[in-house]
C-alpha cells in the first residue's frame, strides 16, 4: 500500500512542478517543494523496510531529483525575475 502512495506522490510531484512552472508563484513553489520531500521521504521508507533492489530503486529515485530539482529551480529563477521586474 505504501508502495501506490509514493508513486502517487511522486506522480502528484512531478504534475505540481510543472503546473508551477507554467503558471509560477511563491505559494505553489512551496507545495512542490512539500510534494519532493514527501516523496523522498516516502521513498528513504521504502528503501529500508523493503528488500527489493536498492540499486534500482535508488538510480530510479535520483532520475525523479534530478528532473524535478531542475524545474523547480528553473521555476525559482523565474520568480525572482519577476520579482525584481516589479521592483
Known sequence: MIILIHVLIAIASVAIATATF????????GVSYAFIVATVGS?????????????????VGLAYVTAVSIVTIATHTRVRRQANQEL
Open 43 to 59: 521513498g528513504t521508507y521504502l528503501l529500508l523496510t523493503s528488500s527489493g533492489n536498492i540499486l534500482k530503486s535508488c538510480l
Open 22 to 29: 507554467a503558471k509560477p508563484s511563491i505559494k505553489k513553489l
